[in-house]
């Protein structure tokens, strides 16, 4: 897909760490070797249901890709969803997401990622985080960001922790068909504004906001 007709595409969120790019084709395909090797590794599986992570190959590769097509095009004033490829030192090792809930009247948005196994233990998920967050609250103008991770899932809970989300409750999904807790977190503006980072640069933002009717 060419980014010329399709601005969320040009999207970059630069840090002094990584680099978090639109998720084109391109650089869709330099993941492909991450996920056919597999990026969950072992238990806690961290991810609800469903989740094409899970699938064995090849139905892993092409549901994860048919996934992220299909989020391209189901784009609404209430509901979108954008895909970030993050970019360390000129390689692709993980996916960042920026989905808008309710955005056109709550301003609320929520975030998905993933890492490969060896880029982990590295302090970049909590880059990334901070990186989402900053096109989120200052490059989109919103309100609140909520987050959701299993009760196990101590590297996503302790990241939010740590951005200053305050705990908003919990609640139940399933992964791989078996019930667990969702420890629930919300960040409002109010509380990241004053750590907000004056050395993250944002790319491409106000040409994408006509795309996702942001006012």
Known sequence: M????????????????????????????????IVRGGVITRPPDPFDDPMSLYEDNPLR????????????????????????????NGQ?????????????????????????????????GREMRAAILHLAFGGFGAGEANSEAFFDNSASNRVSESMGYQPNGTDWATRRGEPAVLNRWRLEREDWEPNRRSDIELVGVDECKAVLYIE
């Open 92 to 124: 692709a090792v993980g996916m960042q997401d920026l989905i808008g809930v309710n955005f056109d009247t709550c301003r609320t948005v929520t975030s998905f990622s993933w890492l490969a196994p060896s880029a982990r233990q590295r302090g970049l």
């Open 61 to 88: 590769e092409r549901k994860w890709l048919q996934a992220i097509w299909r989020g391209r095009g189901n784009v609404h004033p209430d509901s979108w969803r954008l895909y970030f490829v993050v970019m360390l």
């Open 2 to 33: 060419s980014t010329d007709f399709y601005p969320p595409l040009n999207l970059k969120v630069i840090t002094p760490q990584l680099e978090l790019r639109g998720a084109t084709d391109e650089l869709l395909a330099q993941l492909l070797p």
